[in-house]
């Protein structure tokens, strides 16, 4: 079974307390937190500041994902007594080794992301220093857009290279998962699964969680 972390972007901000409590007691795993620049994405979302009034009504923990440029500057802000992971776009950081170090002097899990045009072996030299490896299903930038199924070759590549490797990342799959697709996704080996729209359009919020998870 897989763990679910679905992203508050596609909540009704006006009752964001409200969402996130529903969220919490219908099983989810972690909250996924998607922050967007409009610079490193074609989209602005919100910042630390909304993710931090969340904080009271969280049961779940944060699960950090920055499509920000250069994010080391930034990292600071993300971290609370709730964050478990923050992950950075491999594509969006000058230094990702001192990216990654800067996320874990905070105390933080640290995860880095790749884009759907991104070929997985990039990270391989990271792997070892990796707490996450996040693969984009969809183009980062918005909600409820298409399932890419280029995404499954790459969660087989970092599943496989886990067990050669001897190493202990956990494969989150961003974008476009339902409980109509995710079973393609948990067979390839990922552990956590983001859902944002078809979480919170589905009529029973609890059993679509439930299907999402296998
Ligand atoms: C896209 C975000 C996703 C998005 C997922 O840039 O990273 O987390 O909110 O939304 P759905 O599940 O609607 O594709
Ligand atoms: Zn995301």
Redesign the pocket.
């Known amino acids: 079974m897989a763990k679910i972390a679905p992203?508050i972007?596609?909540a009704d901000f006006s009752e964001l307390g409200r969402d996130v409590r529903r969220l919490s007691s219908e099983g989810a795993d972690y909250l996924?937190i998607?922050i967007?620049d409009g610079v490193f994405?074609p989209?602005i979302s919100f910042g630390p500041d909304v993710m931090k009034s969340i904080l009271g009504d969280a049961g779940a923990p944060f699960d950090v994902?920055l499509?920000i440029t250069e994010p080391v500057r930034y990292i600071d802000r993300f971290v609370t007594d709730n964050t478990e992971f923050i992950t950075v776009h491999y594509e969006a950081c000058a230094d990702l080794d001192a990216t990654l170090k800067t996320i874990k002097e905070h105390g933080v899990k640290a995860g880095v992301s790749i884009k759907p045009g991104t070929e997985p072996d990039v990270l391989d030299a990271f792997l070892k220093d990796i707490d996450l490896v996040l693969v984009?299903s969809?183009?980062?930038?918005?909600?409820?857009?298409k399932f890419m199924d280029s995404s499954l070759a790459k969660i087989r590549y970092y599943k496989e290279k886990r067990e050669e490797e001897g190493l202990g990342y956990v494969i989150e799959v961003?974008?476009?998962?339902?409980s109509a697709n995710s079973h393609l996704v948990r067979e390839a080996g990922a552990d956590i699964i983001?859902?944002?729209?078809?979480?919170f359009k589905a009529p029973d919020m609890a059993a679509e969680i439930r299907g999402i998870c296998g």
């Open positions: 992203s972007l596609a996924h998607d967007m994405v989209n994902h499509m984009m969809v183009e980062p930038g918005f909600g409820g857009q961003d974008g476009g998962l339902s983001v859902a944002g729209s078809a979480v």
